[in-house]
């Protein structure tokens, strides 16, 4: 089955250290610079939100967001628009997005190193209930299309795949990689 | 733009109400001609409205990054869904709730919504509406669609129209209401719904419920026409009505609602409220949108006189059996706890007592309580929304509201289930004490997406609320319980006039800088159904309101009178005394450019004025002071009002408007003269015919305040009219600030 609208969390390290509001100048920068594909519309801060969306830079076709749903502080890509193709390109061009996002913050002078990816836990939403419901027989017709996504992300390297079973929520699935990845390593592995 | 938008009209076909399904498919197939060209975009303007699907900020293609102004390149190109509204622009989704009731059901679509189409937040309004920001117009009717599976419409959530029906939250639950006034909010709601009597108005139309006079969750006197329980005795028998107001509103200049009949039995308020939508339709301006509300109509012809042409309207109306349909429901109606009533448990952490003390309200039905879940700005995430969907079936029957004050009640909490329910809360976040507290700051959307904002009212909310969570109040009731409401822009949907501390946004130029500002606005009652307005004292730099509400509190700790409330205490000390406190705030500090930013927003705050630029040493000129001038007679004739002296505050309120005008015209006729006639006619041709004075949103509403003063500045002044030349003349004040801002240059004359 086909899905749409995929969503890529890469979570960050010590997630406790993290300030968010050196981001909202930083994100204002790259709208001003246009510096993704995608058409940078706009900032939204919803850091007085607990387990929220943190700060998000809305776009056309995505968000990018340094988001904390479930507490887990990471970048989140939000595909927007369709993609043409298969469920593994828009897998690819969902991570792709999220750790390009990744690796400007990184190298971002004003956040002074202070947000870094731990390079192990990444997780991905389908966000559209219609197309992937949250079941247990989708969960499985979709889990060798999530399989082959991260055993090329984490290039054949042992991972932990668990599904939230919560079938009122979002389809998503963590993976946990036993050793670590740099951004680089990552998108290297997936031919960004 | 989503990709299962098909999907979801084919799966949702034949599951909807027939009638809602209709709405939507209609919407769908506007969309359609629109895109194809064959529909006009004024005409899917309106009708988009009317379903409460909304432009947002930058929906023009322009955005200021804060260097320059960008073009925007959406996809649709100049393809537009309303004048200067471009197609892919992200959009705000309004959803009415009537009187704010919402099911378990109901909060799980919400919360999909929410996820799926806009960017995970749900925002409670003070209107008790819900908000989706960020929405694609291509997905708005699948979001419509699956809101009305739920039995939730959106239809009249905006446009010229009949609004969310609001009512008192606690209604049924309240020691003090007369009667639930729920069932007759909802039958006035749905009677409306798509009424062709509402059809033709030239603005919106708002009606609210209370229960009560005193409280304030109804806010009747605010509203286009307002309902409040009351019982009489008839032949020995209790017979329900309600006392019915009508042509109050807030907005630029707010009014406060007269009365239009002390007691309409039960089942007069439908075929009335249908009078008075025929009256408004029928006489109500409709080409100068400024004076198109109902308030403007009964100011005109006279509460009498358009009482008199109500009920001879009412004579007239044929008879429709939905105005007694719901009667007898009504009077049955009652909800249900679902766990048996207990005591509470008065032990547990402090933070639980915080909670306790501040969050829950006992019902009149012994062992149960009203819960409230204060949410931060109005805001909700998707999954604490599905959280609190279990939590609402966990312990009730499903029985939630929302309020004015962008919160949720949870009604019938047995009190016995007090310490469970917090835990449970407590896990989602969601147990945040201080609800109804001057913490619980309640803000509009301002500059963070509504088009109109001028300052940022929920980044100054987000600063204040962490701010005064740090102060605690908690040792200090009655500084505890004060209420603070801002508004981004002039429009008041932030309802700062009935709070005790209000603040709405301005903008001011120093140096050649465009500054973010706010009015401060004090005096206001929340309490009464919102009693009485406030009125502007100072416009202060957006950065230093949080010093306003630092000395205004601690002033008010140290010199109340025993038992005195804010509001007497404001009234006491004066506008002079409070003017005095807060003057020095109200220019930046030499040299501190963080003032050319507003709270939450890094980018410079001017357009024009970019680059580096000092605030020491600066050039201001004569224009300013003029201005500055003008603007310390609005604050005269403020004076003049408190004390009494009607008259000398209406001329004094007109000659600050003739200052204004005359500072602007001024720039191009240096040797302009005293004369009135020659100033509103110089002003006229210079900035009124060549539209340089008009707002970008409000058009020439403002200039054509300074036409009627000048129109009637021979006539007598009375208290009302006083009152409302002040309010304009302080927004013309403000506008001619704007227009000077606008003009993008340093001009020394």
Redo the contacts between chains.
């Keep these: 089955m086909d899905f749409q609208h995929v969503n890529v969390k890469l979570l960050v390290s010590d997630p406790q250290s993290v300030n968010l509001e050196p981001l909202i100048p930083v994100f204002h920068r790259w709208i001003q610079a246009q510096v993704f594909e995608e058409l940078l519309l706009d900032i939204a801060d919803y850091r007085h939100v607990h387990d929220g969306p943190g700060i998000v830079l809305i776009g056309h076709q995505a968000d990018y967001s340094l988001d904390n749903t479930h507490g887990r502080l990471g970048v989140r890509y939000n595909r927007k628009a369709p993609i043409d193709g298969r469920n593994w390109d828009r897998l690819k061009q969902a991570a792709c997005s999220a750790l390009q996002a990744c690796q400007r913050l990184e190298a971002e002078a004003a956040l002074q190193g202070k947000i870094r990816f731990n390079g192990q836990d990444v997780e991905c939403f389908i966000n559209d209930r219609m197309l992937a419901p949250n079941q247990e027989g989708i969960r499985q017709d979709l889990d060798s299309d999530f399989k082959a996504f991260f055993d090329t992300l984490f290039h054949g390297n042992d991972y932990v795949l668990s599904y939230d079973a919560d079938p009122r929520r979002l389809l998503r699935v963590s993976a946990k990689a036993l050793k670590h990845f740099s951004v680089a390593d990552l998108a290297k592995n997936l031919d960004c | 733009?989503?990709?299962?938008n098909a999907?979801?009209k084919e799966?949702l076909a034949g599951r909807l109400p027939e009638d809602l399904a209709r709405e939507v498919d209609i919407f769908d197939t506007e969309i359609a001609l629109r895109r194809q060209g064959k529909l006009d975009e004024r005409l899917f303007a309106e009708t988009r409205l009317r379903r409460g699907t909304y432009g947002q900020?930058?929906d023009n293609g322009q955005?200021h990054?804060?260097?320059k102004v960008?073009e925007?390149?959406?996809?649709s190109g100049t393809l537009t869904k309303g004048p200067s509204t471009l197609w892919?622009a992200?959009g705000m989704q309004r959803i009415k709730i009537p009187a704010g009731g919402l099911n378990a059901e109901q909060l799980?679509t919400l919360?999909?919504l929410a996820?799926?189409y806009s960017?995970?937040?749900a925002h409670v309004t003070t209107r008790q509406d819900f908000q989706l920001?960020?929405v694609?117009i291509d997905d708005t009717p699948t979001l419509m669609r699956r809101l009305a599976a739920v039995k939730i419409t959106t239809r009249e959530a905006c446009g010229n129209s009949v609004r969310n029906v609001t009512a008192c939250p606690y209604a049924g639950t309240c020691a003090d209401e007369v009667f639930d006034v729920t069932p007759y909010a909802r039958a006035l709601s749905k009677f409306l719904l798509g009424h062709p009597d509402c059809q033709n108005f030239g603005r919106k139309f708002k009606p609210a419920f209370s229960g009560c006079v005193q409280h304030a969750c109804g806010l009747t006197s605010l509203h286009d026409i307002g309902f409040i329980a009351r019982t009489r005795m008839e032949n020995g028998v209790e017979k329900r009505g309600f006392d019915v107001s009508v042509g109050g509103g807030l907005g630029a200049v707010p009014y406060m609602a007269k009365r239009f009949d002390s007691f309409v039995p039960v089942e007069e308020i439908l075929p009335l409220t249908q009078a008075v939508a025929r009256v408004f339709g029928r006489l109500g301006e409709k080409k100068n949108r400024s004076r198109a509300r109902i308030k403007f109509l009964i100011q005109d012809l006279g509460i009498d006189k358009f009482r008199e042409l109500v009920l001879e309207e009412r004579k007239t109306l044929p008879p429709d059996p939905r105005w007694t349909d719901f009667l007898q429901d009504a009077e049955q109606f009652v909800e249900r706890p679902l766990r048996p009533a207990g005591e509470m448990s008065p032990s547990g952490s402090q933070a639980y007592r915080r909670w306790l003390k501040a969050n829950t309200r006992p019902q009149k039905q012994a062992g149960y309580v009203v819960v409230t879940i204060a949410l931060?700005?109005g805001?909700?995430?998707a999954?604490?929304l599905?959280s609190l969907a279990g939590i609402v079936r966990q312990f009730t029957r499903e029985t939630i509201r929302t309020t004015v004050e962008q919160n949720f009640v949870i009604r019938w909490i047995s009190q016995k289930d007090l310490a469970e329910l917090y835990q449970a809360l407590a896990a989602?976040?969601l147990a945040e004490p201080g609800a109804g507290t001057i913490v619980d700051v309640v803000a509009c959307p301002g500059t963070?997406?509504c088009k109109l904002g001028i300052s940022s009212s929920r980044?100054l909310a987000?600063e204040l609320?962490k701010q005064l969570a740090e102060k605690n109040f908690q040792s200090d009731q009655a500084v505890e319980n004060l209420h603070i409401k801002i508004s981004g822009c002039f429009n008041s949907c932030g309802q700062h006039h009935v709070a005790d501390l209000g603040f709405y946004g301005v903008s001011r130029k120093i140096g050649g800088y465009a500054v973010p500002h706010f009015q401060v606005v004090l005096g206001g009652e929340w309490e009464n159904n919102g009693g009485s307005y406030g009125l502007p004292v100072a416009a202060i730099p957006s950065k230093n309101i949080p010093k306003v509400v630092t000395r205004l509190t601690g002033r008010y700790v140290e010199g109340r009178n025993p038992g005195e409330s804010f509001k007497n205490f404001i009234k006491r000390i004066g506008k002079m005394d409070l003017k005095n406190l807060l003057e020095d705030l109200a220019r930046p500090p030499a040299g501190d450019r963080s003032f050319f930013s507003d709270w939450?927003?890094?980018?410079e705050y001017s357009l024009e004025d970019m680059g580096v630029g000092e605030c020491a040493g600066e050039v201001v000129s004569s224009v300013e002071f003029d201005l500055g001038a003008a603007e310390r007679e609005v604050f005269e004739a403020q004076l003049a009002f408190e004390n009494g002296h009607v008259e000398q505050a209406g001329k004094t309120a007109y000659r600050a408007m003739l200052h204004g005008a005359k500072a602007l015209v001024k720039i191009n006729n240096p040797t302009v003269s005293e004369d009135a006639d020659q100033i509103v006619a110089e002003f006229r041709k210079e900035y009124f015919d060549t539209q340089k004075f008009f707002d970008p949103f409000a058009g020439g509403k403002f200039a054509q305040y300074l036409f009627d003063a000048h129109r009637t500045s021979g006539a007598p002044y009375t208290s009302d009219s006083s009152r409302y030349l002040i309010d304009e003349a302080q927004l013309f004040i403000d506008a001619a600030h704007s227009c000077y801002n606008r003009l993008g240059r340093s001009v020394a004359v």
Excluded: C, F
Excluded at chain 2, 1 to 4: E, F, G, H, I, R
Excluded at chain 2, 72 to 75: G, S
Excluded at chain 2, 600 to 603: A, E, H, N
């Design positions: 733009m989503k990709a299962s999907l979801w799966h900020r930058y955005r990054d804060g260097a960008q925007m390149n959406y996809p892919d992200p799980e919360a999909e996820e799926e960017d995970g937040i920001h960020y694609h931060p700005l805001d909700i995430t999954n604490q599905r989602v976040h963070d997406t980044g987000a609320r939450g927003d890094p980018r």
